[in-house]
């Protein structure tokens, strides 16, 4: 074939798969057959081997990213990415409307209604019809530059159809399926790895990764709902215009939206959305309100952080009845032992629910839960489903009290009542054996979980394995595997094994609050590891230290303190430490900073985080207090300055606000800091 005839085959196969992925991806209405699909990209393919020349940036090849990245770079957006105001309660949201027409008196207001879905915000930015950056929300101003994982996602058009100003920024919200996650999930457990607590972790994951040929493999798609800056073309006037056009330029919009004209109209769309809602291939959290008309959302204006033109509505944990089959017991790595609820399967919030937690004996007797009792369950979010109540006029009179076990259900051991405060209240049950087979895979996942040594692939699948077939019986052991003993196990690859095997070593480099925190030691959370590290150098001076010098770190308390020192006595856990040593696992802090050297914005000063910030999660913000001179502290008193609050901040707000200690949100926190 000459090049001429190449070239013209090259364009009539580059718009044909493209129609068929618009087709595919954005209209879910396929034309052809996957076989017949594979036959025209493989054509492709093949052509542009043997001519490279005809390979464009565009070409429907090029979605699977190249190499992987060394790290993201930073890209600012022409106009800020703003977060919205939320509510949880339709009278608010009657109140948002008044507010709006005071501020636009004797003017008609009309209004749409979309789905919020419960994704990753993004910028894509388009030149010329071309897309050429696309970047996380980042602050509001600066994101993350994710081009290359955007690239891979299908739904995002390299090219925009139709007419298109000279540049355009576009705004939506990348998501993972629900389809696509549970089989994800599959994936994941069957390779030993940690699953995804939910949908919208499992897309923020795979945004994140810096290989984009791993992105292209994961099942992500995109809604687009807005736009930022735009040149040289005349936009819409008007928000149901604007959905109108993205989807004329090629972009997925939301699949259903309402028109509505009054606080009744809006009211009556959110309560249909929410009928709908679980119907949806994504998850979604709630409804957005946005006032249609972008003349009146000039005039309405912005409050520091958010449009006063638009409003988050989100839905209430959704509940359900079934009927409670038994109650099973768990053990976890501090030997606490866990009632769990088997339900009868019901559906609820978009998945099969067929277990939940019972929390304690106490929320047991409290409840006077029994096993036949038709129950009441909740589930909000990523939390794991909970019984909340028991449907008393279901009782037959067949139902039968539970009785708390008296022996470890795993390793037979008697087991002993820790009673918390003087009350009593929330008293554990613990199995007291170390050795105990549930408690030395809880502290091994533990160990390789994100929060303490971030082992990728240590989850509960392969740690179940790793420990029946004698290979670790204790976290120093990992640091000895061999790659050829974990492929030999059931269902695990020499490429799965190799992967577990290699993040391993990455391990050794963490910083000393993470190795202190993997330990699992009881009382001792990632909050008091990490206020351990600001107050010591080493991991050797935190467990040389008695008692009352740890109690001078803050949050440490008397009981936190004693939990260290005990263990620290006991000459096996000596051992464990030593052998880590040994094994070359870092021991100091990169916290640790004397009084007297601490120095930036926040020095001396101590945070308390509640709440969800809108670009960042609270590790970050506690990094970057930190890495500023500041202090994170898990509990509000009066020695805390300054109170970050985000949205659906809890107890620790009202605290704050009692006594009298400042409260800021993310905004003003990022201004200070540039301060």
Request: net charge neutral; proline share 5%.
């Amino acid at each position: 074939m000459r090049i001429e005839e190449a070239r013209t085959r090259h364009a009539e196969l580059v718009d044909e798969i493209r129609r068929h992925d618009h087709a595919y991806y954005v209209l879910a209405q396929p034309t052809i057959s996957d076989q017949q699909y594979d036959r025209l990209y493989r054509e492709l393919v093949d052509l542009e081997k043997q001519f490279p020349e005809l390979v464009t940036p565009d070409s429907p090849t090029q979605r699977v990213g190249g190499e992987p990245l060394k790290e993201f770079k930073s890209v600012q957006h022409l106009t800020p990415m703003l977060s919205l105001d939320n509510t949880y309660s339709q009278e608010e949201v009657r109140s948002f409307v008044s507010r709006l027409q005071r501020l636009l008196p004797n003017e008609t207001l009309e209004w749409v209604v979309e789905p919020k879905v419960d994704g990753v915000a993004i910028n894509l930015r388009y030149e010329d019809g071309m897309f050429v950056c696309g970047a996380t929300r980042g602050d509001g101003s600066t994101g993350d530059d994710i081009t290359a994982n955007l690239k891979t996602i299908r739904s995002i058009p390299r090219k925009l159809k139709g007419r298109y100003p000279k540049l355009i920024e576009v705004r939506g919200e990348v998501y993972l399926t629900k389809a696509g996650f549970q089989k994800l999930n599959a994936e994941r457990k069957a390779a030993g790895e940690e699953p995804f607590a939910n949908p919208r972790n499992a897309a923020a994951g795979s945004l994140k990764q810096l290989d984009p040929r791993i992105v292209a493999r994961r099942p992500l798609d995109i809604v687009v709902y807005g736009f930022g800056a735009m040149q040289d073309g005349e936009g819409p006037r008007s928000h149901d215009q604007l959905l109108d056009w993205l989807k004329a330029l090629g972009f997925n919009t939301p699949e259903k939206t309402w028109h509505c004209r009054s606080a009744d109209e809006l009211v009556r769309a959110i309560n249909e959305l929410d009928q709908l809602r679980h119907s949806f291939a994504y998850e979604t959290d709630g409804a957005v309100i946005k006032l249609n008309s972008y003349e009146q959302r000039e005039r309405a204006g912005f409050t520091s952080k958010a449009p006063r033109w638009a409003i988050a509505y989100k839905y209430a944990a959704e509940q359900a009845e079934t009927k409670l089959r038994a109650i099973t017991v768990q053990v976890g790595r501090t030997g606490a032992l866990t009632p769990v609820a088997e339900l009868e399967p019901v559906f609820l919030a978009g998945s099969t629910i067929s277990r939940a937690t019972l929390h304690n004996e106490d929320y047991i007797r409290q409840k006077d839960i029994r096993i036949g009792d038709t129950v009441t369950i909740e589930k909000a979010g990523e939390v794991i489903p909970a019984v909340v109540d028991v449907v008393l006029t279901r009782r037959t009179g067949a139902e039968t009290p539970f009785e708390f076990p008296r022996a470890c259900p795993e390793c037979g051991s008697k087991v002993a009542r820790e009673t918390l405060g003087d009350s009593g209240e929330g008293a554990v049950w613990r199995c007291p054996n170390p050795d105990c087979p549930a408690r030395i895979r809880g502290r091994i996942e533990h160990w390789c979980s994100r929060g303490a040594m971030d082992i990728e692939g240590g989850g509960e699948v392969l740690v179940r394995q790793l420990v029946g077939n004698g290979l670790v019986r204790d976290v120093a052991e990992l640091y000895s595997l061999k790659v050829k003993e974990v492929a030999a196990l059931e269902r695990m690859g020499e490429k799965s094994a190799a992967n577990f095997i290699n993040a391993i070593p990455n391990s050794k480099s963490r910083d000393m609050w993470r190795v202190l925190y993997g330990l699992g030691i009881l009382h001792v959370g990632a909050g008091v590891a990490r206020a351990l590290g600001r107050s010591f150098a080493t991991l050797d001076d935190v467990f040389e230290a008695p008692a009352e010098r740890l109690m001078e770190a803050e949050d440490v308390g008397e009981v936190i303190a004693r939990s260290i020192v005990n263990w620290r006595n006991d000459p096996v856990n000596r051992k464990l430490v030593d052998r880590l040593r040994n094994a070359g696992v870092n021991f100091k802090s990169e916290l640790y900073r004397p009084a007297a050297a601490a120095t930036g914005p926040f020095a001396g000063k101590t945070f308390v985080l509640t709440g969800t910030l809108p670009s960042m999660t609270r590790e970050e913000a506690s990094a970057r207090i930190e890495a500023a001179g500041g202090k994170v502290s898990s509990s509000v008193s009066r020695k805390t300055d300054f109170v970050l609050a985000g949205d659906e901040a809890g107890s620790k707000l009202e605290k704050a606000q009692k006594l009298g200690v400042r409260i800021i949100d993310e905004a003003e926190f990022l201004r200070m800091l540039e301060g």
